[in-house]
């Protein structure tokens, strides 16, 4: 998307689009917005990677606004031109789950329309790939028995059902043989757990592919200009992920040459979503496992190199997970965390408590009117500074990043005295 952006929104062209769509004016009217939506790369853009930019939310917002009432009215010829443009509104909706705001006219125009849909014998493509801008497919079942074996002539609205419909339903039938080790007793991972069973993060399509290369090569390149002297040469490492989340992760492990990777996590819903993932890119040297680090213990075997990237700050006793990290460490192992910062972290602990004064809940409706909030307070200089984030724009990890159920933060003196009293070597 960064890469993308600057291609398709050159200065001289930014600043006209932005007048255009700052103005009273309907957008699918305009030449210059006619000419974006027939734009392939845009088209791309919205297919395949999540839309992180204050300004494309919002003329998407209207677009799909003006799309969903253009449908009743009398100019509905002019959205059959932009056919392939609303499919890839509805992909990208979906990849964003549905975090732009609706409002209450919109919402009952919606459930006017999912009454149309499901009524009607005939299948429009174009009713529903208008539906999937709003909701799921998959939400609805009697939409789904009509689209589960249609075939269309267009291959981007079969890649829409496949997206909204077969891919979340292989993800359903995965969190069946998925194993796992033991029930979950500790409170706090059992409100973590919930989070992520509702809201898997992060939330991904594509990602990149790479030659394996040897672990310390990779480590090397990460720490340069340092280098370690170890006497383990990982040849064969095998790798723990504590907690792997959707499996974007592994993605990166699994290229370490020779390893064997296991990921471990608390959702059975992010699990079967890096499972599917990791299936369909042919990765054969990653298995998964549903538990929480507090019952690691109960593993039999240890490992070479252990990650919890974005992990541990999430547990009730960061430090109580890590011991039993460590505990799984081979000798002359190596292991990478990733822990929040409270230095780098001070405008979300702002925005945090903007949420907690305003009394806003983890729902999507309330995840919705606080982001809509903080596009309002962007003059201020902690506000906009969250607006940079890719994590605010989708809801999972709009969810991750501001409304988490826990959330600890770490100074360099605190990180210091840990490698110290668990005596490690930095």
């Known amino acids: 998307f960064r890469s993308a952006r600057p291609l398709l929104f050159l200065e001289e062209n930014n600043n006209q689009v932005r007048k255009i769509v700052d103005s009273d004016s309907l957008l699918l009217k305009n030449q210059t917005i006619q000419n974006l939506l027939k734009e392939e790369l845009f088209l791309l853009m919205l297919q395949k990677s999540l839309i992180a930019d204050q300004f494309i939310e919002k003329m998407l917002a209207k677009l799909r606004y003006e799309i969903l009432f253009t449908l009743v009215g009398s100019n509905q010829n002019i959205l059959e031109g932009h056919f392939d443009f609303i499919i890839s509104l509805a992909e990208q909706c979906f990849l964003n789950e549905y975090v732009y705001v609706q409002s209450k006219k919109e919402i009952n125009r919606i459930n006017q329309l999912i009454n149309v849909v499901v009524s009607n014998k005939e299948i429009s493509e174009l009713k529903i790939a208008i539906l ?7 939400s609805k ?5 009509k ?5 269309s002539n ?6 829409l059902i496949a997206m909204q419909i077969k891919e979340p339903m292989k993800e359903k039938a995965l969190k069946n043989s998925m194993k796992s080790l033991s029930k979950i007793f500790d409170e706090v991972s059992s409100q973590v757990r919930d989070q992520y069973e509702e809201n898997p993060y992060p939330r991904w399509r594509y990602t990149y592919d790479q030659l394996p290369s040897p672990f310390l090569t990779r480590l090397w390149r990460q720490i340069r200009p340092n280098k370690i002297k170890i006497q383990n040469k990982f040849n064969n490492p095998n790798v723990l992920l504590a907690g792997c989340g959707t499996g974007h992760h592994a993605c990166i492990a699994k290229d370490y040459l020779n390893s064997n990777v296991l990921g471990v996590d608390l959702s059975l819903s992010s699990l079967a979503y890096a499972k599917r993932k990791t299936d369909e890119l042919g990765f054969n040297n990653i298995e998964y496992l549903n538990a929480d680090i507090l019952e690691l213990h109960k593993l ?15 547990m009730k006793e960061p430090l109580k997970g890590l011991k039993i990290l460590l505990n799984l460490l081979e000798p002359h192992g190596v292991v990478k965390l990733g822990l929040y910062s409270e230095k780098a972290r001070q405008h979300i602990i ?10 806003f809940k983890n729902t999507i409706a309330d995840i919705r ?8 307070k962007k003059e201020d200089k902690m506000f906009k500074k969250i607006l940079h984030s890719s994590d605010f724009y989708a809801t999972s990890s709009a969810r991750d990043l501001i409304f988490h159920v826990q959330e600890h933060r770490f100074t360099l003196p605190q990180i210091s005295k840990i490698i110290s009293d668990f005596d490690l070597e930095f």
């Not at 267009?154 to 890649?159: K, Y």
């Open 132 to 138: 999937g801008c709003y909701i799921p497919l998959l």
């Open 154 to 159: 267009n291959i981007l609205f079969n890649d």
């Open 300 to 314: 039999t075997k240890k490992f070479d190199v252990i990650e919890c990237v974005g992990v541990l700050h999430h």
């Open 350 to 359: 702002k925005v945090r408590e903007f949420i907690k004064k305003n009394k």
């Open 369 to 376: 009117a606080c982001r809509e909030a903080i596009f309002n």
């Open 141 to 145: 079942q009697d939409i789904v028995n």
């Open 147 to 151: 689209l589960f074996n249609y075939k």
